[in-house]
């Protein structure tokens, strides 16, 4: 049997940091990045309103028992116990690919993290300081994890729904106020319902919804279980039969304590500028820096390859012909298409342009490539690498060192908030036939308004500021 | 990239089968053994009452959103939606070890399979037909899953949890009447759910209860996403990103489909007689054996060699000094420590001895080893081997072919309706401080008699007779 050095607790460590963490400690620069987060979260998770996965996870949730409660669920205004409103949020903020990203950890915090916070701050009328301290313990913890679970595991298993259990659970043990053993029992029952793999893209299946919404959900169910006396294993991370050993080939158990409390994470996660799966990010602002350089039109593109690392190959390798808008987002020939067109890959030009005549024709002239500086370099940094030939016979090369939005390259607040406008009144990804925006654009600026103020809020209340001024 | 051969569809042939199956075409001895094996869940799920970890699920259910609906909760006879009833019967029938097992995926199908059909037929109006067919369906898929995921995958994870997911899904899939192409994505939605590691062994945690829970749960959860339109991945079980591809070195892709329709794995169900890990009964039977052969009283037991295949090893090498019942039923010393001194390890025997002096004292005069002969033949066969040196010195040997309970050994009407009663009647396993029974002996009787009668009810309704007479 595998035998562990006793005095070797890593999941132990992670927990008694997660559950110890104050809002005092927390560096100010911190506090306020994650404020941008969590506003950033909030417009991906208006935008996910009429979206057909989910609103099919709403609808079960809501025939499940999910009616009433303390709770809002964003994309309907509804409200419901703070279980059913983690996994209707969770569904929905991370459908138009708006949401943030960990390099990394190749983690989408936000999308399992923030549904869970603030469902517990609803319940429990928490402090907007405490949902913050929450939610970077949620950070700090799902990336390392993250981190901790390697290449190998991201190449079968999505990150976001076996990791973001972890980081959910981190979230919401910390909103309970567990103190560190009952935070290691919820670690235990998160890890054990860490589930999520990549099969679905193949398909332009649904399931990366699902992933979302349960990681929130099982994270949430797992610190309420902890907080009740469940006991989880005590060492879910490092353990014989523990997560790494079931679905990894590579851990590095240094990364689970790197520099803990010293190094935030939290401030390495990357804003999404495109609204296309993070992947093609580095490619498409190399391609926006040729075409800047150089003056092309998209007449004057040939041939393109982007150079990548083996993980974009590995998750955006199955599509060839994208049949849906999400599709499409994973779909490299896509995004450089509507990129080179439209200038920005976002909400509304995949809506417009996804299977446009001239994007299909970009598309097909579009080819990926292994690129050994790219692969070194990942998952740390994401570099972005294209060779263009032009239509007289040029070749061309872009490169960019940060995509925008990376740490180094990080959105403004004005950038945040245009982003949030724009995301808060998307109609919908059924379109404009599955109706409304989530909101109108003079409650959309009173809800960004209300949310950039979320850390000074005694009790955090409704995101919907015209329903409460507290 | 990993390539398919595009006529080979094993996943969609499973759920084709799922899909299609009928009442008419299971063989009458099939459907006479689906009964008995609903009449032995029924006896776990309500000797599940009052088990903390099945208690706190319970709770968390209802505060959650489970406190009305159309499905009963067999532990406290409330009713909540056919989603948290699952959940919570779920949580209750694996908890007293005492469900059934199929050897040759070592999965528990009971617990996964039969709190989803039950709640779906108590929604839904459905006959007792259907809800054998139904269960069937689960059984069959289930079972041949995790026959495909192989032993490599029940070494860190515990298939009940993982595999019990889709069983669970073709269950409800066929509960809710979904076509081939929905069962489809009904397998895409659970198998990307599948999760269960067997880390919470090594510190008697509660997780057994939380996988079982939510197997049943996500799998009806799962089959519902599908009828509203949900898309899952088409080849979750042998894709290149699929569960086996995640999380098992040795699948066997030609036991999914394993003379489907002709075969009929749920005859192949062991019924437990003793009520702890099956890993545990042959040797148990096999010490049984010598006992009786030789007339040996416990104080003329010396040192006890079990002789094990593998998969025992990995599964119950972690406990030494067993710190509460549950862990206690893990443990090869304690069970044949009770079942040298009582004759029968049962719920109330544990309860009464598990930590009595001469049992703890017989515990340390037993070790396991690895069996050569008895680990080829697992998991097929679960062949019992010991060896005993008696305190006069003479060293003898006890084999069983077949435990009590396996297929060729199984369990008469009598027996199941004695175990059921036993079961039912069963104080609850966090002692008589705890409450009553689930129900008395008379009720215990009245639902017993309505249960063996299943198939034929034409509306499932109630499982507590008094409550209603259909």
Redesign the interface.
């Known amino acids: 049997?595998h035998m562990h050095d006793a005095s070797s607790h890593p999941t132990r460590d992670l927990a008694a940091f997660a559950a110890g963490l104050r809002f005092e400690a927390i560096p100010a620069e911190v506090a306020e990045r994650a404020v941008n987060l969590y506003v950033d979260w909030l417009g991906s998770a208006l935008a996910g309103k009429g979206a057909?996965?989910v609103e099919?996870?709403a609808?079960?949730a809501r025939?499940?028992?999910?009616?009433?409660?303390p709770a809002e669920v964003v994309i309907d205004r509804g409200r419901?116990?703070?279980?059913?409103a983690a996994m209707m949020n969770g569904a929905a903020s991370h459908f138009v690919e708006q949401d943030d990203v960990h390099n990394g950890s190749v983690l989408h915090p936000a999308t399992v993290v923030f549904p869970v916070v603030l469902a517990l701050a609803q319940e429990l009328g928490a402090s907007g300081a405490d949902l913050i301290t929450a939610a970077v313990a949620g950070y700090e913890v799902g990336i390392r994890v993250g981190e901790y679970m390697g290449r190998s595991h991201y190449?079968?298993?999505h990150t976001t729904?076996t990791v973001g259990t972890l980081a959910a659970a981190a979230a919401a043990g910390r909103m309970l106020g567990l103190d560190a053993e009952r935070m290691v029992?919820a670690f235990?029952?998160a890890?054990?319902?860490?589930?999520?793999?990549?099969?679905?893209?193949?398909?332009?299946?649904?399931?990366k919804q699902?992933?979302t919404a349960?990681a929130a959900a099982?994270g949430l169910?797992a610190a309420?279980?902890a907080a009740?006396?469940?006991?989880?294993?005590?060492?879910?991370l490092e353990?014989?039969?523990?997560?790494a050993?079931?679905?990894s080939s590579d851990a590095d158990p240094a990364r689970l304590l790197d520099r803990l409390g010293q190094r935030w994470a939290t401030m390495e996660t990357s804003f999404k500028y495109h609204a296309a799966c993070r992947h093609t990010h580095p490619a498409a602002d190399a391609l926006l820096a040729v075409i800047a350089e150089h003056g092309l039109r998209p007449a004057d593109i040939g041939r393109v390859t982007a150079r990548v690392h083996q993980g974009a190959l590995d998750v955006l390798?199955?599509v060839v012909i994208p049949r849906t808008v999400h599709q499409a987002k994973f779909n490299m020939g896509t995004v450089l298409g509507i990129v080179a067109h439209r200038g920005y890959a976002g909400v509304t030009e995949f809506e417009e342009d996804y299977d446009a005549t001239e994007i299909a024709a970009f598309r097909d002239r579009v080819r990926m490539e292994l690129d050994a500086e790219v692969d070194r370099a990942y998952p740390a940094r994401w570099i972005g690498k294209v060779t263009v030939e032009t239509a007289d016979g040029r070749e061309l090369h872009g490169r960019v060192d940060e995509p925008k939005g990376d740490p180094g390259n990080t959105l403004s607040r004005e950038e945040i908030s245009a982003k949030f406008i724009r995301l808060a009144m998307f109609p919908g990804a059924a379109g404009a036939a599955a109706g409304s925006p989530a909101v109108g654009v003079d409650e959309a600026r009173a809800i960004l308004e209300r949310a950039w103020r979320i850390a000074e809020q005694p009790v955090v209340g409704s995101v919907f500021a015209a329903m409460q001024t507290a």
């Open positions: 049997m057909r996965p099919i996870i609808r079960f025939a499940a028992g999910g009616r009433e409660g419901a116990s703070s279980y059913f190449k079968v298993f729904g029992h235990g029952s890890g054990t319902q860490a589930s999520g793999l990549w099969e679905f893209l193949r398909d332009a299946a649904d399931s699902l992933h349960m099982n169910m309420r279980l009740d006396g469940f006991r989880g294993a005590a060492r879910i353990g014989a039969q523990g997560m050993a079931g679905m390798g199955n």
